[in-house]
């Protein structure tokens, strides 16, 4: 088992489970338009809110990475071709 800051003990994902082992555990408040948003995904998409929010955080250290390596990330609509900036203030 491994622990995280708290010392607690946490469970790893089953041998031949397919899941990935759980390294750290976190409460996370979440304000009103975040649970909101969070709930929309995991209506549309069937996720896990767990699965969400590891998703989320893994895009943001991407984009972060990029704008802080000086590179830009950019959403292109399919339909015109446009290109619109993407920035995480």
Known sequence: MTTNA??????SGKR????PPVVDRIT?????????DLQRLHDRTGLSKTDIVNRAISVYEF???ETQAG?????RDHKTGDYQLVRFL
């Open 28 to 36: 996370v408040a979440l304000i009103r338009r975040a649970a909101e």
């Open 71 to 75: 590179n830009n990330v950019y959403v």
């Open 6 to 11: 708290g010392s607690k003990p946490l469970r």
């Open 63 to 65: 984009v972060d990475s």
């Open 16 to 19: 031949g489970s397919g899941l």
